[in-house]
């Protein structure tokens, strides 16, 4: 099945292999999660294995996020006397 496919197709193969591989480091990147390193190792992994990749996209919607204070767009209040 494989043996049938051109280099075009390979490519293309590639192509989406590569970014469902980065699928769960871009998540966890966007989050911001504090341990964005493990996530990345797991991810890693998963190209192996798939197993890991599930485990990466768990870590990915589940590790905390860090601190990024206040969204709101207001100045911060002045401090009391």
Do not use: H, Q, Y
């Not at 996209?57 to 996020?65: G, Q």
């Amino acid at each position: 099945m494989l043996s049938n496919l051109g280099p075009v197709e390979v490519l293309v193969l590639l192509l989406v292999s590569f970014v469902l591989l980065c699928v769960p480091t871009l998540v966890a990147r966007r989050r911001g999660v504090e341990k964005l390193g493990w996530v990345v190792l797991t991810s890693a992994l998963g190209a192996f294995t798939g197993v890991f990749w599930i485990v990466s996209m768990v870590l990915a919607f589940t590790l905390s996020t860090r601190e990024t204070g206040d969204d709101s767009g207001a100045a911060p209040a002045a401090p009391a006397l």
